[in-house]
């Protein structure tokens, strides 16, 4: 009889394998058996947790949003002012945590698979939506709301594109530089668009 409380372990074991599969392989291309061997649990024990491997890779993004979701609450609690609270968005995304080639990899095979997958096309939504909001509670309060609209939805854009960029290219990837062109980016639109007194 397995001991109480081992199923959320094996289970976490096992998205975290998916992660590191998918990031070493750079595509979705992998093996509920390959899965399980690096989770250190057997085949039949990933697919009795999990079913078929649509639903590992469905439950490994809900895992990613999760922890991209609790990340961003946490950094708005201590976000100050309007500006503060785009700021700590557009950090949250290039963090060490989120930022690393695997999680990076990973983002660009869901993408890719997403295309194809209804429920993982449903999931990259659901956070398009919730960045869209995260970036939209301080940038309403610096410009007009219909402009803080178009300047979410380029910063967004501006993280997904360089999260790709940094899919296709070899080494570590460069959060400093990242978070510095997105910025960059923010200043220029908050000098052109002062919200109305």
Same mark, same amino acid.
């Given at each position: 009889m397995p001991k109480l409380g081992m199923e959320p372990l094996r289970r976490k074991a096992l998205i975290d394998a998916t992660i590191s599969a998918i990031g070493e392989r750079g595509s979705l291309d992998v093996t509920m058996s390959e899965i399980a061997g690096r989770a250190g649990v057997s085949s039949a024990l990933a697919h009795h947790y999990f079913g078929a491997k649509d639903e590992l890779l469905q439950a490994t993004m809900r895992h990613i949003l999760s922890e991209l979701n609790a990340d961003a609450r946490a950094a708005l609690q201590q976000a100050g002012n309007a500006k503060e609270r785009v700021l700590a968005i557009i950090a949250v995304n290039f963090s060490d945590k989120q930022f690393q080639p695997e999680i990076i990899a990973a983002w660009l095979a869901f993408y890719v698979e997403?295309?194809?997958?209804?429920?993982?096309?449903? %999931?990259?939504?659901?956070? &398009? #939506?919730?960045?869209?909001?995260?970036?939209?509670?301080? %940038?309403?309060?610096?410009? &007009? #709301?219909?402009?803080?609209?178009?300047?979410?939805?380029?910063?967004?854009?501006?993280?997904?594109?360089?999260y790709i960029r940094r899919a296709l290219k070899d080494g570590t990837p460069n959060a400093a530089s990242a978070v510095a062109l997105v910025e960059d980016y923010l200043e220029t639109k908050l000098l052109q668009h002062k919200k109305p007194s």
């Open positions: 997403a295309q194809k997958a209804p429920a993982l096309r449903r %999931l990259l939504r659901v956070y &398009a #939506r919730r960045l869209h909001s995260n970036l939209m509670s301080g %940038l309403s309060g610096l410009m &007009a #709301r219909n402009e803080a609209g178009h300047v979410a939805e380029a910063i967004a854009a501006l993280i997904d594109g360089l």
